[in-house]
């Protein structure tokens, strides 16, 4: 049974750096073909696809987040973690990190999710 953990400060401050990290059990994020993927949904609007870095560790990002957006990983510890930059209010929302099969197929398993809210 795989399992996702999400971590990470809960208030961040406007202009400030966002960072989550994803701690994965029961599988590696090495193993072929899977993808690894942060996902948010903010208050009121549907589940937003923010990057991904897929089994290879090589990085996918969404185009609209690609400028403030970093995911990279941590094979040692098997996490995965995820930094935006210059935060504003419209980035509050609640993050989930995910797995997929290929970088197209159905998410298959979920982290709880962690609420971040940016706020002064």
């Known amino acids: 049974q795989v399992q996702l953990q999400e971590s990470g400060p809960g208030l961040v401050k406007p202009s400030q750096t966002l960072s989550l990290t994803c701690t994965v059990s029961g599988g590696s994020i090495t193993t072929n073909y899977y993808s690894w993927s942060w996902i948010r949904q903010p208050p009121g609007k549907g589940l937003e696809l923010i990057g991904a870095?897929?089994?290879?560790?090589?990085?996918y990002y969404s185009p609209s987040l690609k400028s403030r957006t970093s995911i990279s990983r941590d094979t040692s510890k098997n996490q995965f973690t995820l930094q935006l930059s210059s935060v504003t209010p419209e980035d509050t929302a609640v993050y989930y990190c995910?797995?997929?099969?290929?970088?197209?197929?159905?998410?298959?398993?979920w982290g709880q999710g962690t609420q971040v809210t940016v706020s002064s």
């Open positions: 870095i897929p089994y290879s560790g090589s990085t």
């Open positions: 995910a797995r997929r099969y290929t970088v197209v197929g159905a998410y298959d398993y």
